[in-house]
T-cell receptor, first 112, second 117 residues
Framework: GQNIDQPTEMTATEGAIVQINCTYQ??????LFWYQQHAGEAPTFLSY????GLEEKGRFSSFLSRSKGYSYLLLKELQMKDSASYLC?????????????FGTGTLLAVQP | NAGVTQTPKFRVLKTGQSMTLLCAQDMNHEYMYWYRQDPGMGLRLIHYSVGEGTTAKGEVPDGYNVSRLKKQNFLLGLESAAPSQTSVYFC????????????????FGPGTRLLVL
């Protein structure tokens, strides 16, 4: 079966660092995406990992361990505008469809 | 360059009515997708298309039909709406091959909020 797990909600303080975890069990694997979704808006792309290790993009970093079926998104120097849902998605390894399987998302609340 | 657009933005239907949701993209993407997003359920794939004239079922296709007559457009139809189809519908598109794998990310439209009474 296909299963992607993320915490439902997290709270953090402005200026701090927060780590959002994602574990997955899927029949295939061809990369993992992180998206940000503000309330009432569309998801937007944050990062992509296909090999083990850390990918850094400014205040955002994403880590992948394929052997453990595990990824995390690290947000540094939190700002109020980072309050949003963060979606973990695994790209289906079968065929050339670029299909994504999404987790239910983690709602992050950044407090002053 | 508008990206991915969806019409309408919001619609109220009565049970049994039909409607079509339109998705358009101007990025020359080969792949297009329709999702629904419900509280606590995440994004679930309804149907997708890997090219003009082709469609395929996703995870939750029942009650929906799709067509992709032109590369830039992907239509989602509800023939007889049911209250269980109350949801937010997102369309997305992506490249078949990007210069880097990250470029193969899916780009999402702003969503259509549908209420079926």
């Amino acid at each position: 079966g296909q299963n992607i797990d993320q915490p439902t909600e997290m709270t953090a303080t402005e200026g701090a660092i927060v780590q959002i975890n994602c574990t997955y069990q899927t029949s295939g694997f061809n990369g993992l995406f992180w998206y940000q979704q503000h309330a009432g808006e569309a998801p937007t792309f944050l990062s992509y990992n296909v090999l083990d290790g850390l990918e850094e993009k400014g205040r955002f970093s994403s880590f992948l361990s394929r052997s453990k079926g595990y990824s995390y998104l690290l947000l540094k120097e939190l700002q109020m505008k980072d309050s949003a849902s963060y979606l973990c998605a695994v790209r289906d390894g079968g065929g050339a469809t670029n299909k994504l399987i999404f987790g239910t998302g983690t709602l992050l609340a950044v407090q002053p | 360059n508008a990206g991915v657009t969806q019409t309408p933005k919001f619609r109220v239907l009565k049970t049994g009515q039909s409607m079509t949701l339109l998705c358009a993209q101007d990025m020359n993407h080969e792949y297009m997708y329709w999702y629904r997003q419900d509280p606590g359920m995440g994004l679930r794939l309804i149907h997708y298309s890997v090219g003009e004239g082709t469609t395929a079922k996703g995870e939750v296709p029942d009650g929906y039909n799709v067509s992709r007559l032109k590369k830039q457009n992907f239509l989602l139809g509800l023939e007889s709406a049911a209250p269980s189809q109350t949801s937010v519908y997102f369309c997305a598109s992506s490249l078949y091959r990007g210069a880097t794998p990250g470029q193969e990310t899916q780009y999402f439209g702003p969503g259509t909020r549908l209420l079926v009474l």
